[in-house]
T-cell receptor
Framework: GDSVTQMEGPVTLSEEAFLTINCTYT??????LFWYVQYPGEGLQLLLK?????DKGSNKGFEATYRKETTSFHLEKGSVQVSDSAVYFC??????????????FGRGTSLIVHP | NAGVMQNPRHLVRRRGQEARLRCSPM?????VYWYRQLPEEGLKFMVY????????ESGMPKERFSAEFPKEGPSILRIQQVVRGDSAAYFC???????????????FGDGTRLSIL
């Protein structure tokens, strides 16, 4: 079945540091890949997505590139802010290629940014 | 704001009572998913519904839990005879479609935090 593996948190950084949160996946078909962000007390919000190999999703300074050869979709940001502190979830959806129509989420990675 | 609306935001119940959680999907969305999130854990899929139909309930406990998405009105997640272990945040998400035009992102509500005394 499909699965998503994220690096364990918490990831603790100082403001303006470089961020990488690793995400790898296994899928039966050719999935679309997503990053969601969850701020305290709120639901998940879509951060960015990519639907095919070598696509780069980007939003709010975050970006991730769909790497089919390494089955990865690592999240990066060049300079984090305190307001980026949240939990980040990597996810995949395999429905269009005949896989499960239930999106698969990683366990989430907590990011804490200090001033 | 036409986002996914969940209510109540917080719900407190005593053991043995019933909990009813409501979810109104985004306008135009006919696919609803329910998830449970425990502290320090990821999202666990519970059930996937379309209007008047349960498509996949493989993640939902066989007893005490039920879900519906009627033709009119919100989707309801119902937990009967609640126990302490039901304490969690329950999230609803909706999406536009499935099938060949699928892989649409899900839009989430802010969740219902259920506490069992």
């Amino acid at each position: 079945g499909d699965s998503v593996t994220q690096m364990e948190g918490p990831v603790t950084l100082s403001e303006e540091a470089f961020l990488t949160i690793n995400c790898t996946y296994t899928a039966t078909g050719y999935p679309s890949l997503f990053w969601y962000v969850q701020y305290p007390g709120e639901g998940l919000q879509l951060l960015l997505k990519a639907t095919k190999a070598d696509d780069k999703g980007s939003n709010k300074g975050f970006e991730a590139t769909y790497r089919k050869e390494t089955t990865s979709f690592h999240l990066e940001k060049g300079s984090v802010q305190v307001s980026d502190s949240a939990v980040y979830f990597c996810a995949l959806s395999d429905a269009a290629s005949g896989g499960s129509y239930i999106p698969t989420f990683g366990r989430g990675t907590s990011l804490i940014v200090h001033p | 704001n036409a986002g996914v609306m969940q209510n109540p935001r917080h719900l407190v119940r005593r053991r043995g009572q019933e909990a009813r959680l409501r979810c109104s999907p985004m306008k135009g969305h006919s696919h609803v998913y329910w998830y449970r999130q425990l502290p320090e854990e990821g999202l666990k899929f519970m059930v996937y519904l379309q209007k008047e139909n349960i498509i996949d309930e493989s993640g939902m406990p066989k007893e005490r839990f039920s879900a519906e998405f009627p033709k009119e009105g919100p989707s309801i997640l119902r937990i009967q005879q609640v126990v302490r272990g039901d304490s969690a945040a329950y999230f609803c998400a909706s999406s536009l479609s499935q099938g060949l035009s699928s892989n649409q992102p899900q839009h989430f509500g802010d969740g219902t935090r259920l506490s069992i005394l």
